[in-house]
């Protein structure tokens, strides 16, 4: 039995999004620039796929900007606003459990000047509005907030968040590639300046995103070359792309039933396996992310193990799984590094069997079992660690 539990990683291209696609591959190829009928037809098809796509957030079509993913979203959102902004002032506000794609732009933006203040988040992943408000300052021109946390599935309230950047007058940013869809979100309602979104999250294709910009907001444009998108990102825009992530969007559905599906795993790992924890907030958070930690093994060879039975799982961030430091993410919310080193993400989609969940399951106890047999970390040997000790065992 195979079994796909990564779907925060990526997900599957659906059936119907590929028959959507092909077409944009094989008939109507034209550059949506071009003045002909083959430019014409693609264009027709980009500004249908805009106006879906913008209706799922409440903004208006021209607000959208085709990107080539969540990064280069994220990317633009930072600096464009950095540079955009720069004589207003130069601190940024953002969290310590941020994705890469936010961290990275953030740290070069410091590295030439800019202040960059990293928010603490409490047990459940969530930040204290207190200190966002006591951050703010008249130099702040961007708070960038992670929606759905993709490693533990804590979602912030980003209402709340926006209102005090709106109050201060702050720009609002939030990353949202893993609630997009799954989480209902009203820019307008919800006062958000910039949002950014990914299409292999919810079975698109890969390689097409979206960064949402409110009217009025001054950004900086990161590519240059032709006046595409509203004059913000150059590129001839990927037609078959667009077209199937709005193709997704109108699909991806289903929530409570993953939702449902999600519950029972967490149970049944909470019931049949002794030591486990359940990382991120129980109510508030994805409904298709589970995060587990095993104590007394090690996540790595849990995952190797899991995947010679056909399970895919993996441990922390798709982006930080090749590295031996422990998730940033998980540091943040206190786990000692062993623990953190001993958790698993199970990330479930539409497609995802009770059947499935049963083999999981199943094949999770032998393994977590035959692991801890083997362990020298068996509970009361030498289990605890000492600080600073990264992997020692
Ligand atoms: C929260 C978050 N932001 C950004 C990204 C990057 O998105 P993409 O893979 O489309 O570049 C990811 C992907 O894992 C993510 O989970």
């Not at 969540?70 to 902004?85: C, H, P, T, V």
Request: net charge positive; with cysteine; aromatic share 6%.
């Amino acid at each position: 039995m195979k079994v796909y539990l990564d779907n925060g990683a990526t997900t599957k291209v659906s059936d119907e999004v590929v028959r959507a696609i092909l077409p944009y591959y094989k008939k109507h190829y034209g550059n949506a620039s071009s003045l002909h009928d083959f430019g014409a037809k693609a264009k027709e098809a980009l500004e249908k796929s805009r106006k879906i796509i913008a209706q799922e957030i409440n903004a208006d079509p021209e607000e959208i900007v085709f990107t080539s993913g969540g990064s280069e979203s994220d990317n633009l959102a930072i600096k464009g606003i950095a540079y955009g902004n720069k004589k207003k002032g130069n601190h940024i506000i953002t969290t310590k459990i941020e994705h890469p794609a936010i961290l990275g732009p953030c740290k070069e933006l410091f590295l030439e000047g800019f202040k960059v203040t990293y928010l603490d988040v409490d047990k459940n992943g969530f930040i204290k509005l207190n200190q966002l408000k006591k951050e703010i300052s008249d130099k702040t021109i961007l708070v960038s907030v992670i929606h759905g946390n993709n490693e533990i599935g804590t979602v912030q309230d980003i209402e709340k968040i926006a209102k005090i950047c709106k109050k201060k007058g702050v720009y609002f940013h939030t990353d949202a590639v893993q609630s997009f869809t799954k989480e209902k979100i009203d820019v307008k309602k919800m006062n958000i300046d910039l949002l950014s979104a990914s299409s292999h999250k919810i079975h698109g294709p890969k390689g097409i995103g979206f960064l949402y910009i409110r009217k009025g907001v001054n950004i900086k444009k990161m590519l240059y070359g032709g006046r595409h998108e509203n004059d913000k990102r150059a590129g001839t825009e990927n037609i078959p792309g667009i077209v199937g992530f709005a193709k997704a969007v109108q699909l991806d559905k289903k929530l409570k039933q993953i939702k449902k599906l999600r519950d029972y795993l967490i149970k049944r790992i909470e019931k049949e396996i002794s030591d486990v924890k359940l990382n991120g907030d129980r109510n508030k958070r994805l409904v298709n992310n589970v995060n587990i930690s095993f104590k007394y093994v090690e996540g790595e060879a849990l995952l190797m193990h899991l995947n010679d039975r056909g399970i895919a799982v993996s441990t922390g961030s798709a982006c930080s799984s090749q590295s031996l430091e422990p998730s940033h993410v998980l540091v943040a919310i206190g786990l000692k590094h062993e623990d953190a080193h001993g958790s698993i993400r199970f990330t479930l989609s539409r497609y995802t069997t009770k059947q499935e969940i049963d083999y999981t399951v199943r094949e999770l106890k032998k393994v977590v079992k035959l692991l801890r047999d083997m362990s020298p970390w068996k509970k009361g040997i030498n289990y605890e660690a000492k600080e600073g000790d990264h992997h020692g065992y």
